[in-house]
């Protein structure tokens, strides 16, 4: 099948939203599937306000047009709400072409903590870019129920997996480390709730991996803890690995990739019992679910990390991949009028 995805978010950022794409990518290539992904990386691109780390694409609709054109795929699927979103869900309706869609961000959530939109506009605008969509892929039965609450039709699961040989139980260097090791991964903006972290009286070491808005500002108030800035892919396990307990204080995420990460290295989590950890984390195996941050820090400690990684190996990223084709609607093209990709390659 030829499957095109489009999205707002792709490499160099690093986020769960890339991350999703990317494993998903390589499970269709696997299973035979060609695949176009097309992502700001191949656009000129502008700053996102508020944002400037994230690069939105500048008027991609001919672009996109173009390169569907060419693919002539059996499928299309739109993964944000962004730019590139919007210009391939003109290009769908205006040439009558089903599509599916997903919900990775919050933004309502997201727009309203920073005190930008209420949240009652940006669902009115997400149920509007969803409305055409005819499968709109969700991580959570939790976030499955929220989205059809707020007026969302055709909600569909797509699952969230981990690789479980990359990210692994792995012997690290303990011997500097003031114990426990707290450990938060993600991006550092005020969405995320860092602080419901960073404010807790704890014993032993707090560490901060990942970039934002509020990292400078977050650094000078708490200079007590590390901020060892953004890591690649690669290098996600070992600081996953020195941790002795995963915190988790987001209130707004959909899932939380990093949760799956961290259970797969056998750290147990330590989150609020809130819509993305109550679907990923089973209370008291692989962490603690608790309105009191501090207590499930604590109670966390002393899981034992086998059952935490036992837990994590349930997730696979060619399940979660089964449940995206299985949402796909094919677009009825007949064979002989396709035509082979000529124009955007960066991301094949």
């Keep these: 099948m030829r499957i095109a995805i489009i999205s707002d978010a792709g490499?160099?950022?690093?986020?769960?939203?890339?991350?999703?794409?990317?494993?998903?990518?390589?499970?269709?290539?696997?299973?035979?599937?060609?695949?176009?992904?097309?992502?700001?990386?191949?656009?000129?691109?502008?700053?996102?306000?508020?944002?400037p780390e994230i690069r939105l694409a500048y008027q991609?609709?001919?672009?996109?047009?173009?390169?569907?054109?060419?693919f002539m795929p059996d499928c299309i699927h739109i993964a944000t709400e962004g730019p590139m979103g919007l210009a391939a869900r003109r290009y769908c309706l205006r040439h009558r072409l089903d599509f599916t869609s997903a919900y990775h961000t919050r933004f309502p959530e997201y727009l309203a903590a920073r005190r930008l939109l209420p949240k009652v506009i940006t669902y009115a605008l997400l149920r509007w870019f969803h409305k055409r969509s005819q499968a709109?892929?969700?991580?959570?039965?939790?976030?499955?129920?929220?989205?059809?609450?707020?007026?969302?039709?055709?909600?569909?699961?797509?699952?969230?997996?981990?690789?479980?040989?990359?990210?692994r139980?792995?012997?690290?260097?303990?011997?500097?480390?003031?114990?426990?090791?707290?450990?938060?991964?993600?991006?550092?903006?005020?969405?995320k709730n860092i602080e419901a972290f960073l404010r807790l009286d704890l014993p032993g070491t707090k560490w901060v991996v990942g970039d934002g808005p509020q990292c400078e500002e977050l650094a000078r108030r708490y200079p007590q803890v590390r901020f060892l800035g953004a890591k690649g892919h690669d290098e996600l396990p070992a600081y996953y690995n020195c941790a002795d307990v995963f915190v988790f204080p987001s209130k707004t995420d959909t899932f939380g990739l990093v949760l799956l990460e961290a259970m797969a290295c056998g750290i147990p989590v330590a989150a609020y019992p809130v819509e993305g950890p109550i679907d990923v984390v089973e209370?008291?195996?692989?962490?603690?679910?608790?309105?009191?941050?501090?207590?499930?820090?604590?109670?966390?400690?002393?899981?034992?990390?086998?059952?935490?990684?036992?837990?994590?190996?349930?997730r696979s990223w060619e399940s979660a991949t089964q449940q995206f084709l299985h949402h796909l609607h094919l677009v009825r093209r007949p064979a002989a009028a396709r035509a082979p990709v000529k124009a955007i390659r960066g991301n094949r």
Excluded at 11 to 38: F, I, K, M, S, Y
Aim: aromatic residues 6%.
């Design 60 to 70: 991609p609709y001919a672009r996109i047009a173009q390169a569907l054109q060419q």
């Design 169 to 191: 139980p792995v012997p690290e260097d303990h011997a500097c480390i003031e114990r426990p090791l707290l450990l938060y991964v993600g991006r550092v903006a005020v969405e």
């Design 283 to 314: 209370h008291g195996v692989s962490g603690i679910l608790d309105a009191d941050l501090k207590r499930a820090c604590l109670q966390a400690i002393g899981l034992d990390p086998v059952a935490v990684r036992a837990h994590a190996e349930q």
């Design 11 to 51: 490499e160099p950022q690093v986020n769960g939203v890339v991350n999703t794409l990317r494993c998903t990518v390589r499970c269709l290539r696997d299973a035979g599937h060609e695949v176009l992904l097309l992502t700001p990386r191949d656009f000129r691109t502008f700053a996102c306000p508020t944002y």
């Design 136 to 167: 709109v892929m969700v991580p959570t039965p939790a976030m499955k129920q929220a989205l059809q609450q707020q007026g969302f039709g055709h909600v569909a699961l797509w699952g969230r997996g981990v690789d479980t040989t990359h990210f």
